[in-house]
């Protein structure tokens, strides 16, 4: 089945800055390629997503890179706020099932 | 929010009861999924649910069962509980296929605790 892997798991940046998650997968079949954000007590909110046939994706402040040949893909979040200080999933999906990494708690420092 | 309901948000229960889990879809999505999530982990897929079959299940033993009904709402039974299944119980909707985007709406999810 497939493994996916996300690192790192805690993330501490400096208001403004940049944060980085990776996540490398093990099905090749995978075609889909969410990004969620878990806030305490709440659950799993979808942020950005990306399909096997595109390599980047960008909303706002978020952008999502996929490289299908190394099977890892990346969220970048810029100029980061105190708001977006939470738990992040990566998760690849191969069918019916969505397979998630392990989640990277990020904290923003004012 | 995203319009997905679960019931209850929290509930706890003994070792060896029995427990049902609610979920309410948004609107115009008929295939619901289930996923476990254990403290300081990713949700695990348990099982989805389309048209009221299952439609594919995840590494759970037979306890771990689901019923979906014609207005797509759908349960989670898990019986004979155990310790380990303390967790968040999340349930996720999707639009038919034809239209699925793979996008999955998580409800809040309902915490069970196992003493």
């Known amino acids: 089945g497939e493994n996916v892997e996300q690192h790192p798991s805690t993330l501490s940046v400096q208001e403004g800055d940049s944060a980085v998650i990776k996540c490398t997968y093990s099905?090749?079949?995978?075609?889909?390629f969410p990004w969620y954000k878990q806030e305490l007590g709440k659950g799993p909110q979808l942020i950005i997503d990306?399909?096997?046939?595109?390599g980047e994706k960008k909303d706002q402040r978020i952008a999502v890179t996929l490289n299908k040949t190394a099977k890892h893909f990346s969220l970048h979040i810029t100029e980061t706020q105190p708001e977006d200080s939470a738990v992040y999933f990566c998760a690849a999906r191969n069918d019916y099932k969505l397979s998630f990494g392990a989640g990277t708690t990020v904290t923003v420092r004012a | 929010e995203t319009g997905v309901t679960q019931s209850p948000t929290h509930l706890i229960k003994t070792r060896g009861q029995q427990v049902t889990l609610r979920c309410s879809s948004q609107s115009g999505h008929n295939t619901v999924s289930w996923y476990q999530q254990a403290l300081g982990q990713g949700p695990q897929f348990i099982f989805q649910?389309?048209?009221?079959?299952?439609?594919g299940r995840g590494n759970f033993p037979p306890r771990f069962s689901g019923l979906q009904f014609p207005n797509y709402s759908s349960e989670l039974n898990v019986n004979a509980l155990e310790l380990d299944d303390s967790a968040l119980y999340l349930c996720?909707?999707?639009?038919?296929?034809?239209?699925?985007?793979?996008?999955?709406?998580f409800g809040e999810g309902s915490r069970l605790t196992v003493l």
């Open positions: 996720a909707s999707s639009l038919p296929k034809g239209l699925n985007t793979g996008e999955l709406f």
């Open positions: 649910y389309y048209r009221e079959e299952e439609n």
């Open positions: 990306i399909r096997s046939n595109v």
């Open positions: 099905d090749s079949a995978s075609n889909y």
